[in-house]
């Protein structure tokens, strides 16, 4: 008997309206009906004779243009045992105590930022993004970078003001050539929009912590990684830590609620306070709204911001997509969420 199934790591989110294929080797998208949903459901299990013999002819059509659509695509094949091919294995395991974190800085900031990545290092973390919100010395980002490289740090990006030395940039870029630690460097409040092989420069100002937790498709991320993460964690919350520019220890900036201040407690020490994992195993399958989205295993998330600060599942505020209707919309002009920025002090001018 013939049957059609999708490879392994093409893997199938229903949403409300609509559902995605997720090429998580290629990182690539695909939107279809639910209707073929459920019918590539159906196909892991049933020959596609019987599948078309229970369609109208119309549908029947409709089905081997998808079939055929999928094969031309190098997402799904023909064969004689579906059995043959299980599905991908989504269980998430890290080892780390804390595999990233974020350490934001601006003029005023005094905090011993070595302490901090000394400890980082004993909690065997991996990422680190620094964002200075204020112009950074090129010193200051090789202090950053020659203490990274004392851990088991793989990867360091920089969020930073546009240098007001245009010369400033070569030096930095030949930094970069010198310690491939460095990821992405991101250049904010500049003159133009630009990203080359180096550098990504945006016009936009990114003045405090405030101006995190946006929800674009630009953020969506693609990898094994992330959607099996996705299945039982917070995207942007699990095992992280963060430390804000006055030096207090958060699970993120942007929330509220901090563990102490790096002057008189460690990470260790605030890691195992009470609330400090709380929203960890919060996934958008728990979440209001972000149940119902064909992305919400490739999405960010952000608990600092909601629609209703009250409810710790509320919807991301700054999330302007609509899962019932598919649009995207821009969210800091949506009327009823208005009183919501006034709550949280956000400046939108």
């Not at 950074?136 to 240098?163: L, Q, V």
């Not at 010369?167 to 870029?173: A, H, N, Q, R, T």
Request: aromatic share 12%; net charge negative; glycine share 4%.
């Amino acid at each position: 008997m013939k049957y059609f199934s999708i490879f392994s790591d093409c893997i199938l989110t229903k949403g409300n309206k609509r559902s995605i294929i997720s090429d998580v080797s290629n990182k690539q998208l695909y939107f279809i009906p639910n209707d073929i949903y459920t019918i590539l459901l159906e196909l892991k299990k049933e020959p596609l004779g019987k599948i078309k013999n229970d369609l109208n002819k119309e549908d029947q059509e409709t089905l081997m243009e998808y079939i055929d659509y999928f094969i031309e695509e190098g997402i799904g094949f023909y064969c004689s045992d579906p059995k043959a091919f299980p599905p991908i294995n989504l269980e998430y395991h890290s080892p780390e105590i804390i595999n990233n974190a974020i350490i934001d800085i601006d003029n005023n900031s005094s905090y011993d930022f070595k302490k901090v990545i000394r400890e980082l290092i004993d909690l065997r973390c991996k990422f680190i993004e620094v964002r200075a919100y204020t112009s950074i010395s090129i010193s200051k980002i090789e202090d950053f970078t020659k203490e990274i490289t004392k851990g088991f740090f793989r990867n360091i990006d920089f969020i930073m003001e546009y240098p007001k030395n245009i010369g400033d940039l070569e030096v930095i870029k030949k930094l970069m050539l010198d310690f491939p630690v460095i990821g992405k460097i991101t250049f904010h409040s500049s003159p133009m929009h630009l990203i080359n092989d180096f550098f990504e420069f945006t016009e936009k100002k990114i003045t405090n912590e405030k101006c995190c937790g946006i929800i674009n498709k630009k953020y969506f991320t693609l990898d094994l990684k992330t959607f099996s993460e996705s299945q039982y964690h917070n995207s942007c919350l699990n095992k992280k830590i963060s430390i804000d520019v006055n030096g207090n220890i958060k699970n993120c900036p942007s929330m509220s609620q901090g563990f102490g201040n790096t002057k008189n407690t460690t990470l260790k020490s605030a890691l195992i306070q009470k609330d400090f994992k709380k929203h960890w195993n919060s996934n958008k399958d728990q979440i209001n709204i972000c149940q119902d989205c064909e992305f919400r295993y490739i999405c960010t998330d952000c608990r600092a911001y909601t629609e209703d600060p009250n409810d710790m599942y509320a919807k991301p505020l700054k999330c302007g997509y609509d899962p019932y209707t598919n649009e995207w919309e821009e969210w800091s002009t949506n009327p009823l969420k208005k009183e919501v920025n006034k709550y949280y002090k956000i400046d939108l001018d």
